[in-house]
C-alpha cells in the first residue's frame, strides 16, 4: 500500500488562511478526502472529491489537488477550526483499498 | 436519521476473543460499504479494511490482513470486527465508517462514534 505524509503541524492567526498538504503517489490518481478530528471525537467528513463540502461544513473550508499533493485550505481560521487532520484516499495496489494520512495539528493562535 | 451506533467499551485479556459491532440504520444497509478504522491512543487514524454487507465480500490493507476479520449480517443492519487472540497492541479506539451522500467519492461521511478496546493482563 502507499502511504500518505502530511506536516505534523501547523499553527494559523485567527482569522488567516491555512494551507494543509497531502502528498502521496496515489494522489496522481485519486482524489484526496480530509476529515477533521477534535480531543475525543469521532472523524468528520470536511473536504471530499474534487472540491466537495458536506451539508453543514463552512465554506471556508477548500480543497484541491496538484500532481502528487493535496491541499485543504481554511480561509480565516476560527477557533473552532483547532483540530487533527487527515488525509485519505485509495492507496495505489489497485485493489481499492485505502490509506490515511500521517495527520497535521492545527493551532489557531 | 442516518446513523451507525456502535458497541460499547471493552476491556479484555491478552489471547481472549472479541467481537465488536457496528449497527446502521436510516438508510439502506446493503447499497454501502462500511469500513473500519484504528486509532492507537495517541496515534493516527489507519484503515484497515471494509465489507460490502450486500454479499459479505472483503477487502483489508495488508497490514491487517489475517490480525482481523471484518463480517456482516445484513439480517439486522450490523457490521463486526473481530479478533481470535488479542494483543496488548490492540489497545485502541475503533471506528467503522460508510459513504452515504459521497457515495462514489471514496469518502466516509457517516462515523460511527467509536468503541474503546483495551487489551491487558
Redo the contacts between chains.
Keep these: 500500500s502507499s502511504e500518505l505524509t502530511q506536516d505534523p503541524a501547523v499553527s494559523v492567526a485567527l482569522g488567516q488562511t491555512v494551507r494543509i498538504t497531502c502528498q502521496g503517489d496515489s494522489l496522481r490518481s485519486y482524489y484526496a478526502s480530509w476529515y477533521q478530528q477534535k480531543p475525543g471525537q469521532a472523524p468528520v467528513l470536511v473536504i471530499y472529491g474534487k472540491n466537495n463540502r458536506p451539508s453543514g461544513i463552512p465554506d471556508r473550508f477548500s480543497g484541491s489537488s496538484s500532481g502528487n499533493t493535496a491541499s485543504l485550505t481554511i480561509t480565516g481560521a476560527q477557533a473552532e477550526d483547532e483540530a487533527d487532520y487527515y488525509c485519505n484516499s485509495r492507496d495505489s495496489s489497485g485493489n481499492h483499498l485505502y490509506v490515511f494520512g500521517t495527520g497535521t495539528k492545527v493551532t489557531v493562535l | 436519521e442516518v446513523q451507525l451506533v456502535q458497541s460499547g467499551a471493552e476491556v479484555k485479556k491478552p489471547g481472549e476473543s472479541l467481537r465488536i459491532s457496528c449497527k446502521g440504520s436510516g438508510y439502506s444497509f446493503t447499497s454501502y460499504w462500511i469500513?473500519w478504522?484504528r486509532q492507537m491512543p495517541g496515534k493516527?487514524?489507519?484503515?484497515m479494511g471494509?465489507i460490502d454487507p450486500s454479499d459479505s465480500y472483503t477487502?483489508?490493507?495488508?497490514?491487517f490482513q489475517g490480525h482481523v476479520t471484518i463480517s456482516a449480517d445484513k439480517s439486522i443492519s450490523t457490521a463486526y470486527l473481530q479478533w481470535s487472540s488479542l494483543k496488548a497492541s490492540d489497545t485502541a479506539m475503533y471506528?467503522c465508517?460508510t459513504e452515504i451522500?459521497?457515495a462514489g467519492?471514496?469518502?466516509?461521511?457517516i462515523?460511527?462514534?467509536?468503541t474503546m478496546v483495551t487489551v491487558s493482563s
Design positions: 469500513s478504522v493516527g487514524l489507519e484503515w471494509r477487502n483489508y490493507s495488508p497490514s471506528y465508517a451522500a459521497a467519492n471514496d469518502a466516509f461521511d462515523w460511527g462514534q467509536g
